[in-house]
């Protein structure tokens, strides 16, 4: 059974920095890239960064870049984004989801539960 369980959010202030968390099982957690996606209120899903198997490369949306950091520890299972000068527009659902493999042809095959940042004065 694949799992993924995201952790970390919070309500925070403009400004602040939070470090989300999202562990694996039920998969070989080294075999995925993986992304964080999120979801603003009344907002359809925006993607939000990338990181391959081995950690070694990554990517951000233009609106994160110098601000968000990605990365994970194979060993422990776990997907982190590491996020600074958070803003307003920054809340969000934070979701970590797998990519999505050639045999499924989706961008993503599976996804947390999701958890809430809220950045608000």
């Keep these: 059974q694949v799992q993924l369980v995201e952790s970390g959010g919070g309500l925070v202030q403009p400004g602040d920095s939070l470090r989300l968390s999202c562990v694996g099982s039920g998969f070989t957690f080294s075999r995925y890239g993986l992304n964080w996606v999120r979801q603003a209120p009344g907002k359809g899903l925006e993607w939000v960064s990338f990181i391959n198997r081995g950690g070694a490369t ?3 949306t233009d609106s994160v870049k110098g601000r968000f950091t990605i990365f994970r520890d194979n060993d422990k299972n776990t997907l982190y984004l590491e996020m600074s000068s958070l803003q307003p527009n920054d809340t969000a659902v934070y979701y970590c989801a797998t990519d999505g493999s050639p045999s499924t042809g989706s961008n993503f ?3 947390g539960q999701g958890t809430q940042v809220t950045v608000s004065s």
């Design 58 to 60: 990554s990517a951000y």
């Design 109 to 111: 095959d599976y996804w």
